[in-house]
C-alpha cells in the first residue's frame, strides 16, 4: 500500500490580496504532487476543499489544470481521487461544479453519491487490487444522520464483492477539534457505526491535523489558510503498509506571530523602544514572511498617542515582510483577556474564562464568581434556545435571589454585574 491523503488546498485563495498569496496555495498543491511522484504512489486522495471558491476565475483553473496535467504526464498510472468540500460544491443555477470539469477531462476521479450498485447513495465507489474507495460530499447539518446509512451500504458491497482494505472519504469537522464550538461539527460515538466497516477514514474540513484511534485521519491544509494556524500541526498523510505518515508542509509560506507586553510603559517613545529591542530579538525570520506583531497589556497611556504606522515601518524595517499587521489586543482595559490565555480552549471554556475573569477582577462580587458565571451562561442557552423572554426573566431572577439568600446582600449590585455580562455575551 502507498498512497498519500491530502485536503484542503484552497486554489485561488488570494490571502490579503496578495497575488504571491495566490501562488503559495498552488505552489503547496505542486508540492504534494511532486512528493506523490517521487515516492511512486499508487493514488492521492482529496478530502475536499480543492479550490477556495465555487465560481473560480480562469487562472485558478489553470493552476489546477497545470498541476495535475504534470501528474497525467510524468506517473500516468497515478489517479487522483476526490470529493467535493463546502466551498468546492457549485451554485444551483451553475449546474456543474469544476471538480465536475476536471473529472471530465480525465485528471481527477470524482466521488459523488450515486445510487447504483443496489444501494442509495454509496454507489459510485472505487475498485482497485487490494482497496476500495467510498467518497461523500460535504454534507452539512445532514452529515451525522446519513453516517447510519452509509455505514449499513458500505457493508452491504463489501457482502456481495468481497472485503477489501476500505476508505472513507468524508468532508466535516470533528467534535472538539478547534478553539470554538462550529456548526455541525461531528462526535467521534457518531462514527462508531463506520468503524465496523471502514479502515480508514480520510476527512479533510478542519486545517489542523488530528487523528483518532488508527482510523480516522484529517491532515490539515498544506498552507496556512488563516493566522489562527500559525504553529498547530498541518500536512498531509503518507501511508504505506507500516501505517500513516504526517508530512509536514514542504515549502509554507514563513509566518510569525510576536506578541509583545505593554504592562507597565509609561510613554509612547518607550514603547517604540521596546518594540524595537523585541523585533531585533526575532531578527532570524526570513524576509517575505507574514508577521503579525500583537502589543497586549495595560499601558500608561492612552491607545491613541501609539503610532500604529511608526510600529509598521519598525516592523518593516527589520522583516522586509510580504504582509504586516499591528494589533493591539488590550489597552487599559482590565476585563481584556490575553490571546494567549485561551488558545486551544472550546468556546464554552473561553466564555467561562473571560465571565469569570471579568467578575473577579470586581471585589464587590469575587466571592461569587461560580455563581453569577453559571447564571449567565444558563441564561445564554436559553436565549440560543428561543425561550421565551418571560421563562429567561424568571432564570434571571431566581439566580437573583439565589445568590441574596447567600449572603451578598444588595440585590442591586447582583443585577448589575449580570446585566453588565449579559450584554457582553454577544461580543464573546
Same mark, same amino acid.
Given at each position: 500500500?502507498?498512497?498519500? !491523503?491530502?485536503?484542503?488546498?484552497?486554489?485561488?485563495?488570494?490571502?490579503?490580496?496578495?497575488?504571491?498569496?495566490?501562488?503559495?496555495?498552488?505552489?503547496?498543491?505542486?508540492?504534494?504532487? !511532486?512528493?506523490?511522484?517521487?515516492?511512486?504512489? +499508487?493514488?492521492?486522495?482529496?478530502?475536499?476543499?480543492?479550490?477556495?471558491?465555487?465560481?473560480?476565475?480562469?487562472?485558478?483553473?489553470?493552476?489546477?489544470?497545470?498541476?495535475?496535467? +504534470?501528474?497525467?504526464? #510524468?506517473? $500516468?498510472?497515478?489517479?487522483?481521487?476526490?470529493?467535493?468540500?463546502?466551498?468546492?460544491?457549485?451554485?444551483?443555477?451553475?449546474?456543474?461544479?469544476?471538480?465536475?470539469?476536471?473529472?471530465?477531462?480525465?485528471?481527477?476521479?470524482?466521488?459523488?453519491? #450515486?445510487?447504483? %450498485?443496489?444501494? +442509495? &447513495?454509496?454507489?459510485?465507489?472505487?475498485?482497485?487490487?487490494?482497496? @476500495?474507495?467510498?467518497?461523500?460530499?460535504?454534507?452539512?447539518?445532514?452529515?451525522? $444522520?446519513?453516517? $447510519?446509512?452509509?455505514?449499513?451500504?458500505?457493508?452491504?458491497?463489501?457482502?456481495?464483492?468481497?472485503?477489501?482494505?476500505?476508505?472513507?472519504?468524508?468532508?466535516?469537522?470533528?467534535?472538539?477539534?478547534?478553539?470554538?464550538?462550529?456548526?455541525?461539527?461531528?462526535?467521534?460515538?457518531?462514527?462508531? =457505526?463506520?468503524?465496523?466497516?471502514?479502515?480508514?477514514?480520510?476527512?479533510?474540513?478542519?486545517?489542523?491535523?488530528?487523528?483518532?484511534?488508527?482510523?480516522?485521519?484529517?491532515?490539515?491544509?498544506?498552507?496556512?489558510?488563516? &493566522? %489562527?494556524?500559525?504553529?498547530?500541526?498541518?500536512?498531509?498523510?503518507?501511508?504505506?503498509?507500516?501505517?500513516?505518515?504526517?508530512?509536514?508542509?514542504?515549502?509554507? @509560506? =514563513?509566518?510569525?506571530?510576536?506578541?509583545?507586553?505593554?504592562?507597565?510603559?509609561?510613554?509612547?517613545? /518607550?514603547?517604540?523602544?521596546?518594540?524595537?529591542? #523585541?523585533? /531585533?530579538?526575532?531578527?532570524?525570520?526570513?524576509?517575505?514572511?507574514?508577521? +503579525?506583531?500583537?502589543?497586549?497589556?495595560?499601558?500608561? *497611556?492612552?491607545?491613541? %498617542?501609539?503610532?500604529?504606522?511608526?510600529?509598521?515601518?519598525?516592523?518593516?524595517?527589520?522583516?522586509?515582510?510580504?504582509?504586516?499587521?499591528?494589533?493591539?489586543?488590550?489597552?487599559?482595559?482590565?476585563?481584556?483577556?490575553?490571546?494567549?490565555?485561551?488558545?486551544? &480552549?472550546?468556546?464554552?471554556?473561553?466564555? &467561562?474564562?473571560?465571565?469569570?475573569?471579568?467578575?473577579?477582577?470586581?471585589? @464587590?462580587?469575587?466571592?461569587?464568581?461560580?455563581?453569577?458565571?453559571?447564571?449567565?451562561?444558563?441564561?445564554?442557552?436559553?436565549? %440560543?434556545?428561543?425561550?421565551? $423572554?418571560?421563562?429567561?426573566? #424568571?432564570?434571571?431572577?431566581?439566580? *437573583?435571589?439565589?445568590?441574596?439568600?447567600?449572603?451578598?446582600?444588595?440585590?442591586?449590585?447582583?443585577?448589575?454585574?449580570?446585566?453588565?455580562?449579559?450584554?457582553?455575551?454577544?461580543?464573546?
Amino acid at each position: 500500500m502507498n498512497f498519500i !491523503h491530502a485536503s484542503d488546498f484552497h486554489l485561488g485563495y488570494a490571502q490579503y490580496g496578495l497575488i504571491e498569496r495566490f501562488r503559495d496555495y498552488a505552489r503547496a498543491f505542486q508540492t504534494v504532487i !511532486h512528493y506523490a511522484i517521487d515516492h511512486k504512489a +499508487e493514488f492521492i486522495l482529496i478530502s475536499g476543499d480543492l479550490f477556495h471558491k465555487h465560481n473560480i476565475n480562469a487562472p485558478t483553473y489553470e493552476q489546477a489544470y497545470k498541476v495535475l496535467s +504534470e501528474l497525467k504526464a #510524468k506517473s $500516468p498510472s497515478t489517479q487522483v481521487y476526490v470529493i467535493e468540500g463546502n466551498h468546492d460544491i457549485a451554485f444551483h443555477q451553475d449546474g456543474k461544479s469544476w471538480l465536475e470539469i476536471l473529472n471530465l477531462q480525465g485528471l481527477i476521479k470524482l466521488i459523488r453519491p #450515486k445510487k447504483a %450498485n443496489g444501494v +442509495e &447513495l454509496m454507489g459510485d465507489y472505487v475498485e482497485l487490487d487490494s482497496v @476500495r474507495i467510498f467518497g461523500m460530499r460535504y454534507l452539512g447539518s445532514s452529515t451525522n $444522520p446519513v453516517i $447510519p446509512q452509509i455505514a449499513k451500504e458500505i457493508k452491504q458491497i463489501s457482502a456481495v464483492q468481497g472485503n477489501k482494505y476500505t476508505i472513507l472519504m468524508m468532508h466535516f469537522g470533528m467534535e472538539g477539534q478547534i478553539g470554538q464550538d462550529k456548526s455541525w461539527e461531528i462526535p467521534y460515538n457518531s462514527l462508531l =457505526p463506520l468503524k465496523e466497516v471502514v479502515n480508514y477514514l480520510a476527512l479533510g474540513h478542519y486545517h489542523t491535523n488530528y487523528e483518532f484511534d488508527g482510523w480516522v485521519f484529517n491532515p490539515g491544509s498544506v498552507e496556512m489558510i488563516s &493566522l %489562527n494556524e500559525y504553529d498547530l500541526p498541518k500536512g498531509f498523510y503518507h501511508v504505506r503498509d507500516s501505517g500513516p505518515k504526517l508530512i509536514p508542509p514542504i515549502t509554507p @509560506r =514563513p509566518v510569525r506571530r510576536i506578541k509583545l507586553d505593554m504592562s507597565g510603559i509609561a510613554t509612547p517613545d /518607550e514603547l517604540y523602544t521596546k518594540i524595537s529591542s #523585541k523585533i /531585533e530579538s526575532e531578527r532570524t525570520l526570513q524576509q517575505d514572511a507574514l508577521v +503579525e506583531l500583537t502589543l497586549y497589556g495595560d499601558m500608561g *497611556f492612552p491607545k491613541s %498617542n501609539v503610532n500604529l504606522e511608526r510600529i509598521k515601518d519598525l516592523v518593516i524595517k527589520q522583516f522586509k515582510p510580504l504582509w504586516s499587521d499591528i494589533k493591539i489586543m488590550r489597552s487599559n482595559s482590565k476585563f481584556a483577556v490575553n490571546a494567549g490565555d485561551i488558545r486551544g &480552549l472550546t468556546r464554552e471554556q473561553i466564555e &467561562l474564562f473571560v465571565f469569570s475573569d471579568m467578575v473577579k477582577n470586581d471585589s @464587590r462580587y469575587r466571592d461569587h464568581t461560580e455563581e453569577i458565571v453559571k447564571n449567565i451562561l444558563d441564561i445564554k442557552k436559553k436565549v %440560543n434556545a428561543k425561550f421565551e $423572554p418571560a421563562d429567561i426573566q #424568571k432564570e434571571l431572577r431566581w439566580g *437573583f435571589e439565589k445568590i441574596k439568600s447567600e449572603g451578598m446582600g444588595n440585590e442591586s449590585k447582583t443585577e448589575g454585574v449580570q446585566q453588565t455580562l449579559l450584554s457582553r455575551i454577544g461580543d464573546s
